[in-house]
């Protein structure tokens, strides 16, 4: 069966491959930007360092895909299966990352990382940086962008995390 990767924008084709699915396929260092990649069967697919970015992604299987240094800015990823998927470094997603798009700089928070732009790092990390650390980043532009937006990103990447229990807590404590 012919599957055809199309660009959502221009519907030109930018891969064309004769396979039932794209389940494992090499795909890295791929060009797949503004792809339509809706639905697709990507389970286990190689895209480390492919640009994704402004793909539509929706309900796609990327399960146990390798993503490392791939570019899904600007991607809609909703309904898209990225469990087990590695963004870097050994890092698995378990949860669909959140993007927030439409600010200076698009910003993805993971389960325990947070992406803005093209910085990654831990919560705890964008948490501690200091003025200096950020400006490091981009400047004054970013120093700006992190004083306006800190406090709605954290509380964001937080609330996506389990509620640590308390061992010493009693029943009526947590309720």
Known sequence: MPIQIKSRFTDTV???LNAETLVGADLHHAD???ANLHRADLRGADLRRSNLSG???HR???HRSDL???DLRGSY???ADLSGAIIRDGITIQTVPLQISGLLYPVIIFDAHIQIGCEF???EDWASFDDERIARMDGVAARKFWKVHKDAILALANSRKPPS???NMGLLDFL
């Open 77 to 79: 990823l909703s309904g």
């Open 32 to 34: 797949l930007h503004h």
């Open 165 to 167: 229990l308390n061992c």
């Open 14 to 16: 930018l891969l064309a």
């Open 55 to 57: 793909s539509d992604l």
């Open 68 to 70: 490392r240094g791939s």
């Open 121 to 123: 790092h831990s919560i």
């Open 60 to 62: 796609s299987d990327l």
